[in-house]
C-alpha cells in the first residue's frame, strides 16, 4: 500500500492538523498570484444557494468559511476519519466523525458532496466513489480538488537530485518519495470519476509558489514527511536528504535571488444529471419523448 493511503501513516499525518496548516498556509503566503482557491474551485459550480453540502475529510474546516461567505443559506455537514482534525472546525454541532468508505448517510442525502484534496488518502478510491454516488441525489454533484501530477516538478527535481548522491553505490534503481496525490490527480481522477458518472468536467489553475528563502520550503516538505519518508530507498535517511536539498536550493537562491515552483491544481465536477450536464441531459429526454 503507498504511503498516502497507509492507516498507520495517515494517523500519523491527521493526528493534528499542524502539518495540515503548515501547507495550506505556505500556499497562502507564497502563491503567484494570489487566488482565494476555494472560492474558486466553488465557483465551478452552478448553485442555487439552498443545496445540501457534504464536506468530506473536512478536516479544521477551511471550506466551511467560504460556504458560509458565498452561500450562507446552504446546509453544511462535515465529516472526518481524524477526530483530531476536526478539534478546531467552526461548526461541530454539524461534524461526524465516519469512514468515506461507510458514510452514516441515507440514499440520496445531499446535493452537493465535496471531496477536497483528500481522495488520495482513500485506500479504495472506487469504492468511495461508489459511497459518495450513493449519498448524492440523481441530480448531485460531486467537487473534487486535488493536484495535477505535473503540480510542483521543481520539488520533484531536487528530491531525486537528493537521494541519487544518498543510495548506496550499486543501486542500479530507486523511487523518488511521490506527491500523496498521485494516486487521485487531476488526471488519473478524471478516469476514475468517468466509471462512475455520466459526466466529468474538469478546471485547471495554474500559478507558482515563489519562495524568497529556504525555510518555508522545507517545513513544507517536512509536513509531508510521513507520506514520503516511507518511500526512500533502503539505507537512505530523510533528514541527510533534506540537508541536501537545503543546500540545493540556496545555490538556487544565490543565483537566482528567489525559488519558483510551478503549480497546477484544480477541481473535478462529476454528476449524472445536474450543473453542467443539466440542460443537455433534459433535452435528451425531451427529445425522447418527441421520438417516442
Not at 465557483?43 to 453540502?53: A, H, L, S, T, V
Not at 488526471?187 to 495554474?206: C, I, K, N, Q
Not at 517545513?219 to 533534506?242: I, K
Amino acid at each position: 500500500m503507498f504511503s498516502a493511503n497507509d492507516p498507520d501513516t495517515l494517523r500519523q499525518m491527521y493526528a493534528t492538523d499542524e502539518a495540515w496548516r503548515i501547507r495550506q498556509e505556505t500556499h497562502d503566503r507564497y502563491s503567484v498570484p494570489a487566488v482565494d482557491f476555494s472560492a474558486w474551485a466553488l465557483g465551478c459550480i452552478n448553485w442555487n444557494g439552498e443545496e445540501r453540502i457534504l464536506d468530506l475529510g473536512c478536516g479544521p474546516g477551511r471550506w466551511h468559511a467560504t460556504v458560509q461567505k458565498l452561500l450562507p443559506k446552504v446546509v453544511y455537514y462535515g465529516i472526518d476519519l481524524h477526530p483530531g482534525m476536526l478539534a478546531h472546525h467552526p461548526a461541530p454541532r454539524a461534524l461526524t466523525v465516519g469512514n468515506a468508505l461507510r458514510l452514516p448517510y441515507t440514499d440520496g442525502s445531499f446535493d452537493v458532496v465535496m471531496a477536497n484534496h483528500m481522495m488520495y488518502h482513500i485506500p479504495d478510491i472506487e469504492g468511495s466513489i461508489k459511497e459518495i454516488r450513493r449519498v448524492l441525489k440523481p441530480d448531485g454533484v460531486l467537487m473534487a480538488t486535488t493536484n495535477s501530477v505535473h503540480n510542483m516538478p521543481e520539488l520533484q527535481v531536487l528530491l531525486h537530485r537528493a537521494v541519487t548522491l544518498l543510495v548506496p553505490p550499486g543501486t542500479d534503481r530507486f523511487q523518488t518519495p511521490l506527491p500523496p496525490s498521485d494516486l487521485f490527480t487531476l488526471e488519473t481522477g478524471t478516469r476514475l470519476l468517468s466509471r462512475h458518472f455520466y459526466a466529468v468536467a474538469r478546471y485547471d489553475l495554474p500559478s507558482a509558489l515563489v519562495f524568497p528563502a529556504a525555510e518555508p520550503v522545507l517545513a513544507y516538505l517536512e509536513s509531508t514527511r510521513a507520506a514520503r519518508e516511507p518511500q526512500l530507498p533502503r539505507g537512505v535517511h530523510w533528514n541527510d536528504v533534506m540537508l541536501i536539498v537545503g543546500e540545493q536550493i540556496n545555490r538556487l537562491l544565490e543565483h537566482f535571488g528567489e525559488l519558483v515552483i510551478s503549480k497546477l491544481i484544480g477541481v473535478l465536477v462529476a454528476t449524472d444529471q445536474g450543473d453542467f450536464i443539466r440542460d443537455y441531459v433534459g433535452y435528451r429526454v425531451n427529445s425522447q419523448h418527441r421520438q417516442g
